[in-house]
């Protein structure tokens, strides 16, 4: 995959889907693009300058444009350290999960914005995720203690609490910035079928 030094957009799209019974990034958003479609739009709309997906620790990538997480039992954590170690030469990337189907471009730039100004992570108050992260000497040292710690591979088959983006901007600098009331509802994540439907319903009232 080729790099440069502007902002990769990366969809998490990892994780098991177990709650929801299938594949969340298949999830027909429209009857012409699937959650995987659409968040990938969104980054591009919201300045990313190339998109990557990551996907399962048991997946195997089909394009260079998919990333199989490193680390097993690290949820999105482990694409996140995945996608910084196969991807150094860029400025920063904005990480967006692939179950929020209620996002606007314009509130995922927000995030990139301010993150690159103020050089720091950057997400929504009591949303750790969608997440700018700069590439930087304090971020570089957070992964490379982390790559340390984990360099034997997480072995137990459980996981650890202390491994999580929470932890993590514990440990770097980082800006929470808050979200208007009337637009907190595009922070919405859908992990089961009931949450889909109501998702669906909003984006129903939304287009008429």
């Not at 298949?26 to 009857?31: N, S, V, Y």
């Not at 996002?103 to 950057?122: M, Y």
Request: hydrophobic fraction near 40%; glycine fraction near 6%; aromatic fraction near 6%.
């Amino acid at each position: 995959m080729s790099t440069n030094n502007a902002c990769l957009g990366v969809v998490l799209a990892g994780g098991l889907s177990s709650r929801m019974g299938q594949n969340k990034a298949e999830l027909p958003r429209t009857t012409e693009q699937n959650m995987l479609a659409y968040s990938s739009a969104l980054l591009q709309d919201a300045g990313a300058s190339q998109i990557v997906h990551s996907i399962n620790f048991q997946s195997a990538p089909t394009s260079s444009e998919q990333f199989a997480d490193n680390f097993e039992n690290l949820g999105p954590l482990g694409g996140i350290a995945t996608t910084f170690l196969k991807a150094p030469h860029v400025n920063g990337y904005l990480f967006l999960p692939v179950d929020l189907p209620l996002l606007t471009p314009a509130c995922l730039a927000k995030i990139r914005q301010v993150g690159e100004l103020s050089k720091t992570a950057c997400h929504y108050d009591d949303h750790f995720l969608p997440l700018y992260l700069p590439r930087n000497a304090m971020t570089e040292l957070f992964f490379s203690q982390l790559l340390a710690r984990l360099q034997n591979g997480l072995t137990t088959g459980k996981k650890d609490k202390s491994l999580s983006i929470k932890q993590m901007l514990k440990q770097i600098p980082n800006t929470a910035i808050a979200l208007e009331a009337k637009h907190k509802q595009q922070l919405f994540n859908c992990n089961t079928p009931e949450q889909w439907r109501e998702a669906n319903e909003q984006m129903t009232i939304r287009v008429s």
